[in-house]
């Protein structure tokens, strides 16, 4: 006898940014991830978070007004970068021609406290993150979102670490 069984939809989220090593988990969750998983119902979810936009004052240090032309400015090369991103991401997932489909998410402000929120709001079920592979020093200095990631998201989360290219 065969049984109806509806299978919950998966949601992956895989965190990218400019770097190389994002492309690569990105890579390694459609090779890897995915083809074990032939779920259907799965979906992987694009997350790129835009770094916070800079609070000016609308005067800079020797008292002269800011033009919006600068703030302006910044706002279009985020968004550019942006772009930039998800089109990089795109080309990674048609070099696999997988069948999974793809939602494009962009957050803004402080990488680790967005994806942990976007995570949970989404109600992901697996986080996929690329290392940037810091030394102790760099790390505890400037702090790893990966780290903080993995003691605040309540899915499981997979850091992927690009090998070393001799």
Known sequence: MEENIKMKEKKVVVAVDE?????????????DL?????NPNSTLILLYIKPPVPVYSSLDVTGYLFAGDVIQTI???SRDLANSVMRRADAVCRNFNSAVKVEKKVGSGDAKDVICAAVDKLEADILVMGSHDYGFFKRAFLGSVSDYCAKHVKC????????KTA
């Open 19 to 31: 770097s190389e090593e994002s492309m690569y988990a990105l890579s390694w969750c459609l090779s």
């Open 34 to 38: 995915f083809a074990q998983n032939s």
């Open 75 to 77: 706002e279009k090369y």
């Open 156 to 163: 499981p989360l997979v850091v992927v670490k690009r090998p």
